[in-house]
């Protein structure tokens, strides 16, 4: 299998270490950031990723992880790419799969055993 890609949006510095850490130990993932919803769609249309993981609120600009959900799905360039809230609210989480997200996850469940499980669904094993 190839080198697996995620591109992490939104997330401050302290969470996109851990989610970073997580997936790259746990899982053999190679993680990029992302820190606006403009350059998450430039990275997108420019490169292959595996999964998109979108925080519910930006860190650097406030922009709406929901909003950008939406438009990833709504492209036809970038639609076919698995993508997932970071939020730990069950409302935004809804909210995303009904714009076409996977199930997240939130912060306070990324040691958790079923967010690992959620996530290998999609990337598979290390």
Known sequence: MGHRRVL???QCALDSGSIGRLLEKELGVQV???DTAQ???AKLQAGVYDLVLVNRVFDAD???GLALI?????D???RAVPVMLVSNYADAQEQAVALGALPGFGKAALGQPD?????????GEK
């Not at 690992?116 to 669904?121: T, V």
């Open 8 to 10: 992490s949006v939104g």
């Open 32 to 34: 990029e950031r992302s």
């Open 39 to 41: 350059d998450a769609v």
């Open 62 to 64: 406030g922009d709406s």
């Open 70 to 74: 939406e438009r990833v799905k709504k």
């Open 76 to 78: 036809e360039a970038t």
């Open 115 to 123: 967010t690992k499980e959620r996530l290998q669904a999609v990337l």
